[in-house]
Antibody, heavy 115, light 107 residues
Framework: QVQLVQSGAEVKKPGASVKVSCKAS????????INWVRQATGQGLEWMGW????????GYAQKFQGRVTMTRDTSTSTAYMELSSLRSEDTAVYYC????????WGQGTLVTVSS | DIQMTQSPSSLSASVGDRVTISCRAS??????LVWFQQKPGKAPKSLIY???SLQSGVPSKFSGSGSGTDFTLTISSLQPEDFATYYC?????????FGGGTKVEIK
C-alpha cells in the first residue's frame, strides 16, 4: 500500500538546523510531487513547499525562502526537508504529503526548538 | 496568494445529523480543492479531491460539491468517529493554501 514514513522526533537549539526524511513506498516515487506541511500545537496547517522527485525542482513558501531546502534521493525513494536558523516558533509537527489528491501523508515528525 | 475561508470555524452536532461545511476561495480555483479530516494527534486524511471525487476507502456519507470559488463538504449522517477538524485546501496554484479549519464537536 502507498505509504510515507518519516524520521523520528528532534530536539534542537535555536539557530540550529534540522533535516527530516520521508521515505515513500507502494508507488513510483518519481510520479507525484512531495509537499511539506507543518502544524504548530493547536494551530492550523501551513504549507512549506513542494519537491518534484523526478526533476528535483522545488518551490517554497515565501515565509521559508532562504531557510528551507527540499531534496530527494531517488535510489531510496526518500525526500528530505531541511530547515535552518531554527527559532522557537518553528516548534511544530512536520508532515510530508503526496499521491493522488494528497491521499498519503507521513505520520509526522515533531521538531522542538528549545534552549 | 489564494485565500481560503471556511465557515463555520466550529459547530456542535448530534449523531445522525446532516452537517455542511463551507469553503470559499478568494479567486476562482476551478475544482482544484481537497477536503481533509484531522483527528487529534493524527495526520490529516484526504476525504475528497477535485472538489467532488471521493478518495478510495472513504465512506459515501462524505460528499463534496462546488467549483470556482464556493465549495461544500457534506456529512450525510454524523457518526461518533466523524467528530474531528476538517480543512479545505486549494491546489490550483502555489503556494498551496488551507482554510482555517472547522471543528465538529458533539452536541
Amino acid at each position: 500500500q502507498v505509504q510515507l514514513v518519516q524520521s523520528g522526533a528532534e530536539v534542537k537549539k535555536p539557530g540550529a538546523s534540522v533535516k527530516v526524511s520521508c521515505k515513500a513506498s507502494g508507488y513510483t516515487f518519481t510520479t507525484y510531487d512531495i509537499n511539506w506541511v507543518r502544524q504548530a500545537t493547536g494551530q492550523g496547517l501551513e504549507w512549506m513547499g513542494w519537491l518534484n522527485p523526478n526533476s528535483g525542482n522545488t518551490g517554497y513558501a515565501q515565509k521559508f525562502q532562504g531557510r528551507v531546502t527540499m531534496t530527494r534521493d531517488t535510489s531510496t525513494s526518500t525526500a528530505y526537508m531541511e530547515l535552518s536558523s531554527l527559532r522557537s516558533e518553528d516548534t511544530a509537527v512536520y508532515y510530508c504529503a503526496s499521491y493522488v489528491g494528497y491521499a498519503s501523508w507521513g505520520q509526522g515528525t515533531l521538531v522542538t526548538v528549545s534552549s | 496568494d489564494i485565500q481560503m475561508t471556511q465557515s463555520p470555524s466550529s459547530l456542535s452536532a448530534s449523531v445522525g445529523d446532516r452537517v455542511t461545511i463551507s469553503c470559499r476561495a478568494s479567486q476562482g480555483i476551478s475544482k482544484y480543492l481537497v477536503w481533509f479530516q484531522q483527528k487529534p494527534g493524527k495526520a490529516p486524511k484526504s476525504l475528497i479531491y477535485a472538489a467532488s471525487s471521493l478518495q478510495s476507502g472513504v465512506p459515501s456519507k462524505f460528499s463534496g460539491s462546488g467549483s470556482g470559488t464556493d465549495f461544500t463538504l457534506t456529512i450525510s449522517s454524523l457518526q461518533p468517529e466523524d467528530f474531528a477538524t476538517y480543512y479545505c485546501q486549494q491546489y490550483k496554484s502555489y503556494p498551496l493554501t488551507f482554510g482555517g479549519g472547522t471543528k465538529v464537536e458533539i452536541k
